[in-house]
């Protein structure tokens, strides 16, 4: 199974992007989906996730900005990001903690990235 990232581009400050994420196989079991980023010269961090139940984090320089959303059904993960700031330039990764069959452990899938870049 594999995901795949789409969205970013080249946004001007205050500007807006939606990423989305998709699965090209199935998951027996999909727990948490998040979205995590990582800028150059940086670690990679945890922007914001859903579990299953709907249940959603951020952390704190997006709150307010940033709104993920899942469709349980077609297995996306979306990241609508409004108010832009250069700081938010980064590879933006989706990632499922999930199992692909019943006896299998849950484990990490990771997207290939896009890359949001905000000018100012």
């Known amino acids: 199974v594999q995901l795949q990232a789409s969205g970013g581009g080249l946004v001007q400050l205050g500007g807006s992007l939606r990423l989305s994420c998709a699965a090209s196989?199935?998951?027996?079991?999909?727990?948490?989906m998040g979205w995590y980023r990582q800028a150059p010269g940086k670690q990679r961090e945890l922007v914001a996730s859903m579990t299953s139940g709907g249940s959603s984090n951020y952390r704190d320089s997006v709150k307010d900005r940033f709104t993920i959303s899942r469709d349980n059904v077609k297995n996306t993960v979306y990241l609508q990001m409004n108010s832009l700031q250069p700081e938010d330039t980064a590879v933006y990764y989706c990632?499922?903690?999930?199992?692909?069959?019943?006896?299998?452990?849950?484990?990490?899938?990771w997207g290939q990235g896009t890359l949001v870049t905000v000018s100012s």
């Open positions: 990632n499922y903690k999930a199992k692909i069959g019943y006896v299998s452990r849950w484990s990490d899938y």
């Open positions: 196989g199935r998951f027996f079991a999909i727990n948490e």
